[in-house]
């Protein structure tokens, strides 16, 4: 694997289930991001961790939960999710909480 | 006042044409601009980044900052099918916080 990926690419959940998005990172990063994308919408910053510290929440809802367990994996738990919250989510990572972020291709999410 | 305008057009051009993508922004503290670029159901990657005021050149892009009138620019010579994409202009603030424009949809016709 090269790269950000990102797991699962769609995923489709009810307003009461409990979910998680991947993200993991190969390019020997120390800092990680989550952005969400929605429709006719700029890109917005959701969380950012560096050396595994969350240092930016950027006023996000709490159903929505961040992990990052090591410099190569972070982590976006989902629960009582809203249909508004139906949007691309992307991964993105850097050096030194950079300009220079390397995005994943994003889960496509869908509340129901 | 949003931090960063840009017209989500969508923007059609004939190939070979030369393409003028732009964005304002309102805070005259922001050093760095970025330009990503975005194809259909992948994430944006970054296409350059201009610290300052000027141009910067790679191939055929070429990013341009006027720090007077707050206004960013991104052109784009000789345009390629494969140039069709989402382009989305973005400033760099501390702690990695990059804001974004909405991003303009770009389609190059051969």
């Known amino acids: 694997e090269t790269g950000v990926t990102q797991t699962p690419r769609h995923l489709v959940m009810g307003m009461t289930n409990k979910k998680s998005l991947k993200c993991e990172q190969h390019?020997?990063?120390?800092?990680m991001y989550w952005y969400k994308q929605s429709a006719k919408k700029p890109l917005e910053l959701m969380f950012v961790y560096s050396l595994e510290e969350r240092v930016e929440n950027n006023s996000v809802p709490s159903r929505f939960s961040p992990e990052c367990p090591n410099s190569s994996h972070l982590f976006l738990h989902l629960h009582t999710l809203q249909p508004e919250d139906s949007a691309l989510y992307l991964c993105?990572?850097?050096?030194?909480?950079?300009?220079?972020?390397?995005f994943g291709p994003g889960t496509r999410l869908t509340v129901t | 006042q949003k931090e960063v305008e840009q017209d989500p057009g969508p923007l059609s051009v004939p190939e070979g044409a030369i393409v003028s993508l732009n964005c304002t922004y309102s805070n005259s503290a922001f050093q760095y601009f970025m330009w990503y670029r975005q194809y259909s159901r992948k994430g944006p990657e970054l296409l350059m980044y201009t610290y300052s005021s000027g141009n910067k050149e790679d191939g055929r892009f070429t990013a341009q900052v006027d720090k007077s009138s707050k206004y960013i620019s991104l052109f784009i010579r000789d345009s390629q099918p494969s140039d069709s994409a989402t382009y989305l202009c973005a400033i760099f603030g501390s702690y990695g916080k990059l804001t974004f424009g909405q991003g303009t949809i770009l389609t190059v016709h051969p």
């Open positions: 390019l020997g990063h120390n800092a």
């Open positions: 993105a990572s850097s050096q030194d909480a950079g300009y220079e972020q390397y």
